[in-house]
Each structure stands twice: as structure tokens, then as C-alpha cells.
């Protein structure tokens, strides 16, 4: 038997249009496919409990996928150099594939392994998979990343067509003397106590319940989706956020689904005229995903540290357990701030809109560090993006490259009358709103907006427009 492959995935866990998997059905040799639960390398960041519970899901679905083909899913826990130097020897590979990662200390642990694999005479291949548009590509004139939002857009837009969707190779055999790990013996589903019941409820992880998704979103949402998609309580909005970040679905397949399916509406129509402006919308929240890794590829402290510097001298509150809590199990006495928290504790996931309330909330109306915030999503949600959770949350708070002006505070009371006039999000997640143990308000927001901007009229104004680059926490 000749020297097999192996592919190794990683946040693209898919079988179609997966390049590093249809890299090695190409090389013509019996194949490996690995999975490495990788807690041990220095400066990755362990995955929050949310993200954890999808990840478990999310592998059964690949295994069963893979299998679907005639391979196999092998998977490793440890440091991903130390797995893959074993996994190689075991099987005597003579090839490694996988997909890019943008993140510093992924890009550095497969530079290592990159390097050792090809000095050991092991070819060693990445491909681009997770983004339509590689960071060293879309650049300004004076070959600098962008900064802001809209000039980034355009320039993608100019760009060649992303490549259509690779095929599903079935062609392909699978190396099977490679022992594997027991997926439950790594303890990724909560237990004492189960606290996953909603997110059960809210989701079926998979490949191919996201092209599903995807579908019916097309179909169904896309003409409602400029009117709808700020409003919580329709189900206006695609649902596809976690399974792009765990790589269920490729933003090429969702690029080319929604162009094909734009390419047969009859535009003369009101409603293929609205679907038609819906696919323009809905693709222009893909490319914000691009440009945030984008951002975290160029600046990658922008995960930790205050994008503009200014913010390194904004005087934080101190956050207190109790108001930390209060804030975090949606009893804040704020309706659409407690629905929010409520349906992000529940399902996982968070209504955008709402997401930038709560935000905002915490770091203007509480004026706690948004690094608080950030880590509390983290843990909580299965969509617990590296690039978009960061960057989000720099943008409500004001210090992010992109970022709207600190003084922009949203007032949960009037975003509510916007855009939940008739309560039902609100009464659906906080159905106590009417009893009397439901909690008065944290703050006064009034009064404590004042005080946000009191704060940021105390920091330098020349550093707030500096360079990115903050020092840190």
C-alpha cells in the first residue's frame, strides 16, 4: 500500500467543498482523517461550554458524513504538533492537508508543524477554505488593510469571483490502522448539571442540516429579510452563524447558493425585486465575517486589547458579582437587555439586533470593560466566532478600528418600541415582566448615559483617533 494522506480538520468540519480533503482524494492514496482536540498548545484559547456542546455534536455529524464516503473520523486530543508527529508515524503518511486558520497562534502552531513536516521529508499542504477573500489579497491602494467596514466591501466586490464549491470526492479509501480516541471519553457535553436543554431544542449541528438552513432561508426569508431581519421576534434572519463557524457550510456554498438563487427570480415581480435586495443584504453580512478575521489576521491583539488607545485610559467601572450576574442571567430590570440574556442562556445564539443592546448596555449604561462581555459570549455561545465576537464588541464599544462613536448609546427602552412594539420577544424570553419578583432597573439609563459620556469626554482625544494597537489588558 502506498504512503497514505492524512487531512486534518479543524473549523471546517464538512465533507463537500472541504479543499484540503479534496486535495488528498486527488493524491490517489488511502486517507486519514483526524481530528485533534487541541487544549494543550500554547496560547490557543479553550473553547467556552456552548462551543464545546456543538463541537461534540458537530463531530458525530462529520463521522457520519465521512462515512457516508467509506472514510473514517480519527480523533486525537493533545498539542496538535505532538498528534500529528504520532499520527504520522503511525500510519507512515506521506502527506498532510489541511485548511487555514487566521488567528496568530493557530497561524504560528501550523507554521511549526508546516516546517517540521517538510524537514521530515512529509509533504505538508494548506489550503483556503473559511474565507472567500485571503487577508494578504484585499488591500487599499497603498497595499494596507482596511480599517473601515464599507471601502473593505467594495473592494471586495471588485474582486475576481470567489471559486464555485469543490465536489464531494467519494472516490477515495480510508487508512484505518490509525487508533482513535472515544468521542464521549472527552467530556464535552455538560452534565452536573445539564444545562444544554435549549440549545437541544434550538439545534441540529451538521453539515447538512446548514445547506437546509441555508435553502430554506433562500426560499422562504429573503424577500422579508431588509424589513424583517432587525426585528427579534421573526425568524427573519438565515440561522447560519454557527455552522459558518464551525465550518458546516463554506462561505463559497453560501456565496454561490444565494447567487444562483437571485439568477432565478423574476425581478419584474415586487417579490423577486425584495428577494433581490434580501440576497444584496444578506451578503454584505458575509463579507462583515470576512472582515473581521481580516482585521484579526493584521491586528490580532484586537481579541484583548483596545483597538484605539485611548480606550486603554477609560475609567471602567469595577464589575461586581452581583451586577456582573444580574446582567448575565437577564435580570437587569431592562426588558429587551433581560431577553436577550434570557435567549442567549436558553439557545445559544442572540438576535443581532439585541446583541448590540446588551452590549451596549454593559459597556456604556454599566460602563463595564467590553472584555467582560466578550468572555461571557464566549462561553455561551455556539457561535463563539475568534474574529467576530471581538470585533463586535469593539465596535459597540467605540474602541475598534470600525468603530461607531462612543457617544452612540442604545437606549433599550426606544430600540424596544422600534423594534419590538408588540413585546412578543420580550414576553417570550421574560414572560415574568408583569409579575412582581421581576426586578426595577440596574441603573436609571438616563442618568447613567450621562455618566458613559462624562467618562469618554476624560480620555485623550488624540489617542482615541491614533493607530490601532492598544497596550492590553
Given amino acids: 500500500m502506498s ?57 458525530e455529524s462529520l463521522g457520519s458524513s465521512l462515512r457516508d464516503i467509506g472514510l473514517e473520523l480519527t480523533l486525537r486530543r493533545g498539542a496538535a504538533a505532538d498528534v500529528i508527529d504520532s499520527v504520522v508515524a503511525d500510519a507512515g503518511a506521506g502527506a498532510v492537508f489541511w485548511n487555514r486558520r487566521y ?61 464555485h464549491p469543490l465536489p464531494v470526492d467519494d472516490d477515495v479509501t480510508a487508512f484505518t490502522g490509525v487508533a482513535g480516541d472515544d468521542l464521549a471519553d472527552w467530556n464535552l457535553l455538560p452534565t452536573t448539571p445539564d444545562w444544554a436543554g435549549g440549545l437541544r431544542e434550538a439545534w441540529t449541528p451538521g453539515e447538512k442540516t446548514a445547506l437546509e438552513r441555508l435553502r430554506a432561508f433562500l426560499a422562504d426569508e429573503l424577500s422579508s429579510y431588509v424589513a424583517e431581519q432587525d426585528l427579534p421576534a421573526q425568524d427573519a434572519t438565515s440561522g447560519l452563524s454557527p455552522y459558518l463557524r464551525w465550518g458546516e457550510i463554506s462561505p463559497f456554498q453560501v456565496w454561490h447558493e444565494t447567487r444562483s438563487f437571485v439568477a432565478s427570480l423574476d425581478r419584474r415581480t415586487s417579490e423577486g425585486a425584495r428577494a433581490a435586495d434580501g440576497a444584496s443584504a444578506f451578503l454584505r453580512q458575509l463579507v462583515w465575517r ?31 458579582d452581583v451586577v456582573m450576574e444580574a446582567w448575565q442571567m437577564g435580570r437587569t430590570g431592562i426588558p429587551l437587555v433581560d431577553a436577550g440574556m434570557r435567549e442567549l442562556w436558553q439557545t445559544g445564539i442572540m438576535h443581532n439586533r439585541v446583541r448590540m443592546v446588551v452590549a451596549s448596555f454593559l459597556v456604556k449604561n454599566l460602563r463595564i470593560d467590553w472584555r467582560e462581555g ?24 467605540g474602541s475598534g478600528v470600525d468603530a461607531a462613536p462612543y457617544f452612540r448609546v442604545f437606549n433599550p427602552e426606544l430600540q424596544a418600541s422600534k423594534f419590538d412594539p408588540h413585546r412578543e420577544y420580550i414576553r417570550r424570553f421574560v414572560p415574568d415582566i408583569d409579575a412582581e419578583t421581576y426586578p426595577p432597573p440596574l441603573v436609571d439609563l438616563k442618568e447613567s448615559r450621562k455618566a458613559a459620556l462624562d467618562a469618554y469626554a476624560s480620555i485623550s482625544k488624540d489617542r482615541a483617533l491614533g493607530e490601532p494597537g492598544g497596550s492590553g489588558d
Fill in 3 to 59: 504512503a497514505p494522506s492524512i487531512v486534518w480538520f479543524r473549523d471546517d468540519l464538512r465533507v463537500a467543498d472541504n479543499p484540503a480533503l479534496h486535495e488528498a482524494a486527488q493524491r490517489g492514496e488511502p486517507v486519514v482523517c483526524l481530528y485533534i482536540l487541541d487544549d494543550a498548545s500554547s496560547g490557543l484559547r479553550p473553547l467556552g461550554g456552548a462551543a464545546r456542546w456543538w463541537l461534540h455534536h458537530s463531530l
Fill in 103 to 163: 488567528g496568530e497562534a493557530e497561524r504560528t502552531v501550523d507554521a511549526g508543524i508546516k516546517a517540521a513536516l517538510r524537514a521530515a521529508g512529509v509533504e505538508a499542504r494548506s489550503s483556503q477554505a473559511s474565507l472567500m477573500f485571503e487577508p494578504w489579497t484585499v488591500l487599499t491602494g497603498q497595499g494596507a488593510p482596511y480599517r473601515v467596514f464599507t471601502p473593505f466591501y467594495r473592494s471586495c466586490l471588485a474582486q475576481p469571483e470567489p471559486r
Fill in 374 to 397: 466578550e468572555r461571557w459570549f464566549w462561553d455561551t455561545l455556539v457561535d463563539a466566532d475568534p474574529a467576530a465576537n471581538a470585533v463586535n464588541w469593539q465596535w459597540v464599544a
Fill in 290 to 320: 470576512e472582515f473581521s478575521y481580516h482585521l484579526l489576521f493584521h491586528w490580532p491583539q484586537i481579541t484583548h486589547s483596545n483597538m484605539r488607545p485611548a480606550f486603554d485610559d477609560f475609567p471602567w467601572a469595577e464589575p461586581t
